[in-house]
């Protein structure tokens, strides 16, 4: 089992960056592959990124390619979110999450992953 916990959220004007971070506790953390999702009130939680438990695979949705960038230092057990260029859309809070089992194609669904942190907010103003 995996505890994961976010860090780095907070207040940014529209064009700005932020960098979240998550560090995961446990001796097995490179068996994992990471993700961050986000949610708003009243809508599902949406897939952002996501990350092959060695880094050499990444994954993004199309709303954030070119702008966000997950990266992960298996030795330090952390996985980070590198915002740049915010939109007011992208306010929301932000959870990371992990999973042992998952494929290319079910990446994308939080079904496929068990573990989940609390969630960090971002807020982007306009």
């Known amino acids: 089992q995996v505890q994961l916990a976010e860090s780095g959220g907070g207040l940014v004007q529209a064009g700005g960056s932020l960098r979240l971070s998550c560090a995961a506790s446990g001796r097995t953390f490179s068996s994992y592959a990471m993700g961050w999702f986000r949610q708003v009130p009243g809508k599902e939680r949406e897939f952002v990124a996501a990350i092959s438990q060695s880094g050499g695979r990444t994954y993004s949705a199309d709303s954030v390619k070119g702008r966000f960038t997950i990266s992960r230092d298996n030795a330090k057990n952390t996985v980070a979110l590198q915002m740049n260029s915010l939109k007011a859309d992208d306010t929301a809070v932000y959870y990371c999450?992990?999973?042992?089992?998952?494929?290319?194609?079910?990446?994308?669904?939080?079904?496929?992953?068990?573990?989940w942190g609390q969630g960090t907010q971002v807020t982007v103003s306009s």
């Open positions: 999450a992990a999973t042992q089992k998952y494929s290319s194609a079910s990446v994308y669904y939080t079904q496929t992953y068990p573990y």
